[in-house]
């Protein structure tokens, strides 16, 4: 039976300057991963053959691997046991996805995630918080975040699932959740194309718009968010663009007619 111990994990984070920092942290149970949560999990996040997985605290590899063998994805398991790490190896040999599934020893806050397309979670909710940093700022737009159990505060899921398991899972029953994120581009600040103002307010992927055209107010009453994807719309009128740097390129439609309409930082 291959075996997912948070303790492990939590180990590598305590041994961290950012974990440090939280203060002293309860020692977490040794916690098997179900194999239906493990899939639904790469599932949930649409992982294919062009992503790259990065398992953080990924003890015996199961994630790694199945995203190797199931969903054709490369990967990386980041494990601070040397003894797991040598054990997720033999067990990518045994699957037939050593050259796809690869496994370090290393400490999760210490993990670089820029070349990660799905970065998958299963800790708790302390070392969660001390990773938001890590997954906003160095994650590209677009990447996909996914835990296990434990939601990340203060970000709203793009998506939940609730995952029945055919064994009980020790302190959750037979049940497990899921949740997803989708790391958004940084939209928040002034924008200006010609004499259209926007002034954007963002949490993770939640966004606030405010606007003004021709000295009177632009009142926008949606606004969404959603990789590098934007949206927002009022009265009369709505837009779609793409968030790129300090330029978000799109169409204003109003009353029926489309129009191209680039905003600049300010």
Request: hydrophobic residues 45%; positive net charge; proline residues 5%.
């Amino acid at each position: 039976m291959m075996f997912r111990p948070l303790a492990c994990a939590l180990l590598a984070c305590v041994l961290s300057a950012g974990a440090a920092a939280q203060g002293r942290l309860p020692r977490a149970p040794f916690v098997t991963t179900p194999d239906e949560v493990v899939e639904r999990m790469l599932a949930l996040a649409g992982t294919g053959s062009e992503d790259f997985v990065i398992d953080l605290g990924s003890g015996d590899g199961r994630i790694v691997i199945a995203a190797a063998a199931k969903f054709g994805a490369r990967g990386l398991g980041v494990e601070i046991n040397p003894n797991l790490v040598a054990q997720s190896r033999e067990n990518a040999q045994q699957a037939g996805v050593a050259e796809r599934a690869r496994f370090e020893q290393g400490n999760a806050l210490k993990t670089n995630l820029a070349r990660a397309t799905v970065v998958t979670i299963y800790l708790l909710p302390q070392l969660i918080d001390a990773l938001q940093p890590n997954l906003l700022y160095q994650m590209r737009p677009g990447a996909r975040v996914v835990t296990h159990a434990f939601a990340i505060k203060s970000w709203k899921p793009d998506r939940t699932e609730t995952v029945r398991v055919s064994g009980k899972h020790p302190g959750q029953g037979d049940e497990s959740r899921i949740f997803l994120w989708i790391v958004p581009a940084q939209a928040r600040g002034e924008w200006q194309a010609g004499d259209l103002r926007l002034h954007i307010r963002q949490n993770f992927q939640e966004i606030q718009v405010e606007g003004q055209q021709q000295g009177r107010a632009l009142q926008v009453t949606q606004a969404k968010l959603e990789g590098t994807a934007i949206s927002f719309a009022g009265a009369g009128f709505s837009y779609r663009g793409s968030v790129a740097g300090d330029r978000i390129t799109g169409e204003i439609i109003r009353d029926g007619v489309a129009s191209p309409l680039v905003l600049e930082k300010r």
